[in-house]
Structures are given as structure tokens and as C-alpha cells.
């Protein structure tokens, strides 16, 4: 059998972060070969993918990062399939090269064909499956850009929010971060009532009206009853009129206009492993 030394185990696992033992094992069938050796490993995780490819990948993390200048923001979801593996610190640490990568790309499709240290994502994901004995994979992928992006990753990396205002002034990167924070635990379903769908309008007069009927309200009163609700459907569904969690008696509007006259909200985007 060929000899491998200690240190060159330690080399190769440096190189792909497999374990110990299957390191020396691809070493001794490659005879000290290191490209051949990582080729080992690689076919390895490929069969370790194939096998688990129909299993659920609901756990994970969620990372949201910015650029330098606050002009573009991404967020993604590395997904696994359990929440020990979430937690391992290596995992957290590779789903934030990736969202640091994320921001130079398009689409989801684009951050898996880009370099990763002379592999695609793509390959990268399949090789870490190999080595951790889990399915891995990109779950969500959003971006958000324009005059000030700032991003929240809620304590755990279950959670994480980007919120983009409409200038870059001072006290943004604060205001920014909290109304990121609002959209973390709000979960807002658009950032006001001209973003809702017609559909969601309709669906909530039509479940409110039936209410309002078993509850004997007058045929005549509903459609100003409704008026109501739906404006609080408003306030309670979109970020702009929502209370503003550190300061109950504002909307999330009137607090960035505490910061800036004409400082608005105008967008956000949310992922969450829940």
C-alpha cells in the first residue's frame, strides 16, 4: 500500500475540508497524487448527492450581505438537511462566501456557474455534500439595489431582510438596518397597499364579509365596514404602514422621515428557514 505521511493528509483536507480518513484513503488510491486525490473525493461527493438528492433540505442558513456602498444587497439560503449541520460552524461560514459571491450575480443560476476556488459553486456544493453526508444546495436567491441597501440576519441565520431607501443621507445605515429588522419579524406581504394583488384584496373582503354576515351586521353598513378592515388589513400587511416595532405610535414611513424630510422606504426582500 502506498505511504502516506501525516502531513499530507493534513494538505489535502486543508484544500477540500473532507475528513481525516477519507482524505488518506483518496491519497492512497491516487499514490500521493493531489489532483487525483481531489478527484476521488469529488466523484465521492457526487455519489454521496445522487443518493440523497430526494431528500428534503429544510434546514440551513440565511445570509444577506451589501456592498461597500450600500448600492446593492443580496440574500441566500444555503440549505441541509438537519439542524445540527446548520449550526457547524464551517457550514455558516461557507453560506457567507457565498452571499459575499451572490452579489456579483444575477440569478440563482449565475452564482452556481461562478468560481469557487477553481470550481464552479455548483461543484463546490456537490463535493461539500460528499463531505458533510448531507444534501446541500442553494435555496433562495434576491437581490435589492438602489440609492442606500442595508441587510439584518436575525440572530440563529434563520431570517434574513434587506431594505433599500431612497437616499443616501445621514443616519441611512441605521434607519436602513432597522426597517431590515421591521421586514425580518413583520414579514410584510408588500411595501404598500398599490403592491398588494387584487387577489389578496379579494380574497380578504370576501373572508371579512362573511364574518361581518354571521356576525348579523346589516346589509346596508358592509361595504363602509369593509373599508375599514381593509385599511387595516393595509397597515398591518404592508411595511410602510406598519407600526414601527421600536416605536409602536409611528408607522415605519413616518420613521425614516424622522431621519430625512423626504426619506422613503422603497424596498425590501426577505428569506426565511422557518
Do not use: W
Amino acid at each position: 500500500m502506498y505511504k502516506i505521511s501525516a502531513a499530507d493528509v493534513s494538505k489535502l483536507r486543508g484544500i477540500t475540508g473532507s475528513g481525516m480518513m477519507d482524505c488518506k484513503k483518496s491519497l492512497v488510491e491516487a499514490e500521493g497524487d493531489f489532483d487525483k486525490a481531489i478527484e476521488i473525493l469529488r466523484k465521492k461527493g457526487q455519489k454521496v448527492a445522487a443518493k440523497r438528492a430526494d431528500r428534503e433540505s429544510s434546514e440551513g442558513a440565511v445570509i444577506a450581505k451589501v456592498n461597500e456602498d450600500h448600492t446593492l444587497g443580496a440574500i441566500i439560503s444555503l440549505n441541509c438537511e438537519t439542524d445540527f449541520v446548520a449550526k457547524n460552524d464551517d457550514f455558516v461560514e461557507f453560506a457567507y462566501e457565498l452571499a459575499e459571491i451572490a452579489l456579483t450575480c444575477a440569478s440563482k443560476e449565475e452564482l452556481l456557474e461562478t468560481d469557487f476556488h477553481g470550481m464552479t459553486v455548483a461543484e463546490k456544493l456537490v463535493e461539500q455534500t460528499g463531505v458533510i453526508g448531507e444534501k446541500i444546495e442553494i435555496g433562495a436567491f434576491k437581490r435589492a439595489d438602489g440609492p442606500f441597501v442595508e441587510a439584518y440576519i436575525h440572530t440563529g441565520n434563520k431570517i434574513a431582510a434587506l431594505a433599500t431607501l431612497s437616499a443616501n443621507v445621514e443616519g441611512a445605515e441605521e434607519a436602513a438596518h432597522n426597517v431590515a429588522m421591521q421586514v425580518a419579524a413583520m414579514n410584510p406581504i408588500a411595501l404598500d397597499e398599490t403592491q398588494v394583488s387584487q387577489e389578496t384584496i379579494d380574497k380578504e373582503l370576501e373572508i371579512e364579509k362573511e364574518l361581518l354576515i354571521k356576525e348579523g351586521k346589516p346589509e346596508n353598513i358592509i361595504d363602509n365596514i369593509l373599508k375599514g378592515k381593509i385599511q387595516k388589513f393595509y397597515k398591518e400587511n404592508t411595511l410602510v404602514h406598519q407600526e414601527y416595532i421600536k416605536e409602536s405610535k409611528v408607522s415605519v414611513a413616518d420613521y425614516v422621515k424622522k431621519v430625512s424630510a423626504d426619506l422613503k422606504v422603497v424596498g425590501f426582500e426577505r428569506v426565511a428557514l422557518v
